[in-house]
């Protein structure tokens, strides 16, 4: 138990070795956190639990810390697996304990343990008095899931946040002062690329929802990673920022190739992009990490997209890269296709369909090379980054 703020205690439990999440599809070199707490007051509340793999760790202290039959309720504020894992078994042992959520969330909670437990549904703007300290509830659909809400710890002050504002970051620090500014925003942004983009417009709707209830805000606690404690309010800002179609002044080349065919033109492609002064990136996709590319398409103006055509398709590293793209929903991005072919060269139709359904806009039908580029074919490929360039200026 480490206190964050008055009445206000983490809980939680520090994940060192987790390497990936969400199944493998965001990969977590960092580790993580699952941040519960407990606000202890005239009524004692918990917040949150933990995954299941560490839920006999996170009772066996909350019995140890304060006594599972001296918590009064329960809240839940997201009820996907890494924050509810240990529910079940706390319920276990307190069969009466009431259940804070929003009617999703109840749902939710059903549709994973199909327990119907003693709910207790809430709405914005209802709250709980736990003596000196009144908790007040915000939902927050789509933050990432439809019953997300936040929890306000009017009195001390906190906005318990669950997965909004959070990171995949385990630190032996709590606090955002107290750890590497660079990295504490690099992981900030790339949870926010890879979680939260397909719903930057609820993002932008709840933050102006949340300053229209004009709360005392001292410390923000997500449910993962480092807690904001100085000037929280920045973090909030950077959401705003990133939910606004967020974009750098450079591009990303996502290339898989079979025989170096496709490698050497978007090597020539990024020569050209370089030549009109352009940032970019030249990532190899079966060999870099996804969530990783996630986070610079994400602060890209534009994406070039090139696959060797295979069986009259793309490789399997740009197919699943694309289906990615397609699920996060960026908007107002630039792209074009590219790839080389021995005989039937479909590749380049293939991904600049896919850009289009995924509401990139297509600057060009693409560039395709047959077999080993020549000095000629690198030299349009230049050109083509170039011209690629310029339609981003």
């Given at each position: ?64 810390e304060i006594g599972l039959e001296n918590i009064d309720l329960i809240v839940v504020n997201h009820a996907e697996p890494d924050h509810s894992g240990a529910l079940a078994d706390l319920i276990s042992a307190r069969p009466d304990l009431p259940i804070y959520c929003t009617a999703k969330g109840r749902d939710t909670i059903l549709g994973h343990y199909h327990q119907d437990w ?276």
């Amino acid at each position: 138990m480490f206190q964050i703020k008055d009445q206000v205690y983490w809980v939680g439990v520090k994940d060192w070795e987790l390497q990936s999440f969400h199944g493998e599809e965001y990969t977590t070199n960092k580790g993580s956190s699952y941040n519960a707490y407990l606000i202890k007051d005239e009524k004692i509340a918990l917040i949150d639990t933990v995954w299941h793999p560490f839920k006999k760790e996170f009772l066996d202290n909350l019995e140890k810390e304060i006594g599972l039959e001296n918590i009064d309720l329960i809240v839940v504020n997201h009820a996907e697996p890494d924050h509810s894992g240990a529910l079940a078994d706390l319920i276990s042992a307190r069969p009466d304990l009431p259940i804070y959520c929003t009617a999703k969330g109840r749902d939710t909670i059903l549709g994973h343990y199909h327990q119907d437990w003693n709910f207790q549904t809430v709405k914005t703007g209802d709250s709980l008095s736990l003596g000196k300290n009144e908790l007040v509830f915000v939902e927050a659909p789509m933050l990432h899931w439809p019953d997300s809400m936040f929890t306000y710890v009017q009195g001390s002050n906190v906005l318990l946040s669950n997965d909004a504002f959070g990171q995949h970051y385990a630190s032996s620090e709590f606090f955002n002062d107290q750890v590497n500014q660079c990295e504490l925003f690099l992981e900030a942004m790339k949870y926010y690329a890879n979680i939260l983009t397909p719903f930057s417009l609820q993002v932008t709707r709840k933050i102006e929802q949340l300053i229209g209830l004009n709360l005392a805000i001292d410390v923000i606690a997500p449910s993962h990673g480092i807690i904001w404690r100085d000037n929280p309010l920045q973090i909030i800002e950077k959401y705003k920022e990133w939910a606004n179609n967020y974009q750098e002044n450079r591009v990303v080349v996502l290339y898989d190739t079979m025989w170096e065919g496709t490698k050497k033109m978007a090597e020539a492609i990024g020569r050209g992009l370089g030549q009109e002064g352009l940032a970019y990136s030249l990532l190899h996709t079966a060999k870099n990490d996804n969530t990783q590319i996630m986070l610079e398409i994400f602060k890209a103006k534009g994406i070039l997209v090139g696959s060797s055509t295979i069986n009259n398709g793309i490789l399997t590293s740009i197919a699943a890269i694309l289906e990615e793209i397609k699920g996060l929903k960026f908007k107002n991005k630039k792209a074009a296709a590219f790839g080389s072919y021995g005989w039937s060269g479909e590749s380049v139709k293939i991904i600049s369909n896919i850009l289009a359904e995924a509401k990139f806009e297509i600057v060009n039908e693409g560039i395709r090379v047959k077999y080993t580029p020549t000095e000629e074919d690198l030299k349009m490929c230049e050109e083509f980054g170039n011209n690629f360039a310029k339609a981003l200026k």
